[in-house]
Nanobody, 126 residues
């Protein structure tokens, strides 16, 4: 069992930065791929970034590549998402998930993540 709690969301002006955290419980945290997804009003939840347990494999959505950075600290059972140069269209609820995707393509699938946090709201103003 893995329990996840996101934090760090809030209101930020476009162009500024925000750092999200996802704290996990469970001694097997380091064995999970951790992913960040977001869901904007009226849209489906979409993939943002993911990292495997050892940190050597990272995936980003094309829309955030070069601006967002995912990292994890297994000693603290925490995964982070550093978001720079935020855009107003990136207003969404941001979720972290934990899973063990079986294939390379499945890293991008919501169904690959068994455990989810409650989400944290990020609002980017113009």
């Amino acid at each position: 069992q893995v329990q996840l709690v996101e934090s760090g969301g809030g209101l930020v002006q476009a162009g500024n930065s925000l750092r999200l955290s996802c704290a996990a419980s469970g001694r097997t945290f380091s064995t999970y791929v951790m992913g960040w997804f977001r869901q904007a009003p009226g849209k489906e939840r979409e993939f943002v970034a993911a990292m495997n347990g050892a940190g050597e494999t990272i995936r980003y959505a094309d829309s955030v590549k070069g601006r967002f950075t995912i990292s994890r600290d297994n000693a603290k059972n925490t995964v982070y998402l550093q978001m720079n140069s935020l855009k107003s269209e990136e207003t969404a609820i941001y979720y972290c998930g934990a899973g063990r995707p079986a294939y390379a393509c499945s890293w991008y699938w919501r169904s690959s993540y068994k455990y989810w946090g409650q989400g944290t709201q990020v609002t980017v103003s113009s």
